[in-house]
């Protein structure tokens, strides 16, 4: 009710955590889902509130066993506010290999926050994140084909990083400008209960 007429992107949260073990992450990795009916009452809230977006709050959408309710979410926004676009997700190109085509137009997401960090299958696999330089275009190339856009998020300083590979990845964004909304780029911070921080 606080922000009711306001032009925000509120946050619905299907679960909380990660089940990753990404070296620079101290996201807990355990999945706690939000209880369904706690979802659906954030969802008819949030449709009085007439915003465009919603950013689905997951660390990684997709791996909790509710993301499947997304589309009835955004069928119950759009029962109270018909101009509502759709949400924000952030996954990894891991679990963008269980989202078919068929529920990325279903489900009401209109942009995918994708943990690429690095675009060097080297440093992926030191960062140990669930993901290939292959998995990353196998999820692009999916986005792609079903019209939503893509929010890459990078990291600029890992270990590792040199200049060649940096080119690599700014190689890499440029050759998926077509569907790039925006880019999210980071300085990496090592947190004293990470990986990478010890």
Same mark, same amino acid.
């Given at each position: 009710?606080? =922000?009711? $007429? +306001? *032009? &925000?992107?509120?946050? !619905?949260?299907?679960?909380?955590?990660?089940?990753?073990?990404?070296? @620079?992450?101290?996201?807990?990795?355990?999945?706690?889902?939000?209880? +369904?009916? &706690?979802?659906?009452?954030?969802?008819q809230e949030i449709g009085k509130m007439g915003s465009k977006l919603v950013?689905?709050?997951?660390?990684? =959408? $997709?791996?909790?066993?509710?993301?499947?309710? !997304?589309?009835?979410?955004?069928?119950?926004?759009?029962?109270?506010?018909? *101009? =509502?676009?759709? =949400?924000?997700?952030?996954?990894?190109?891991?679990?963008?290999?269980?989202?078919?085509?068929? @529920?990325?137009?279903?489900?009401?997401?209109?942009? &995918?926050?994708?943990?690429?960090?690095?675009?060097?299958?080297?440093? !992926?696999?030191?960062?140990?994140?669930?993901?290939?330089?292959?998995?990353?275009?196998?999820? &692009?190339? %999916?986005?792609?084909?079903?019209?939503?856009?893509?929010?890459?998020?990078?990291?600029?300083?890992?270990?590792?990083?040199?200049?060649?590979?940096?080119?690599?990845?700014?190689?890499?964004?440029?050759?998926?400008?077509?569907?790039?909304?925006?880019?999210?780029?980071?300085?990496?911070?090592?947190? %004293?209960? +990470?990986?990478? $921080? %010890?």
């Amino acid at each position: 009710r606080h =922000f009711q $007429g +306001s *032009d &925000v992107i509120p946050r !619905l949260t299907l679960s909380d955590g990660c089940l990753h073990k990404c070296a @620079f992450c101290i996201v807990p990795k355990e999945i706690k889902m939000t209880p +369904s009916e &706690v979802t659906m009452q954030q969802a008819q809230e949030i449709g009085k509130m007439g915003s465009k977006l919603v950013y689905i709050n997951d660390k990684t =959408f $997709g791996q909790a066993k509710n993301y499947e309710t !997304l589309a009835d979410l955004n069928d119950t926004i759009k029962k109270t506010n018909p *101009d =509502f676009k759709g =949400f924000v997700v952030q996954t990894t190109a891991a679990q963008m290999n269980k989202l078919t085509p068929e @529920f990325l137009k279903k489900s009401g997401i209109k942009y &995918v926050e994708l943990g690429i960090e690095t675009y060097n299958d080297p440093l !992926l696999k030191e960062l140990k994140k669930p993901a290939t330089e292959k998995w990353i275009d196998k999820a &692009v190339d %999916k986005l792609r084909g079903t019209g939503v856009a893509l929010i890459p998020n990078i990291i600029v300083g890992l270990p590792g990083e040199t200049a060649e590979t940096l080119a690599h990845t700014l190689d890499w964004l440029k050759s998926n400008k077509d569907i790039i909304s925006h880019i999210n780029i980071y300085n990496l911070a090592l947190y %004293k209960d +990470s990986e990478l $921080g %010890k």
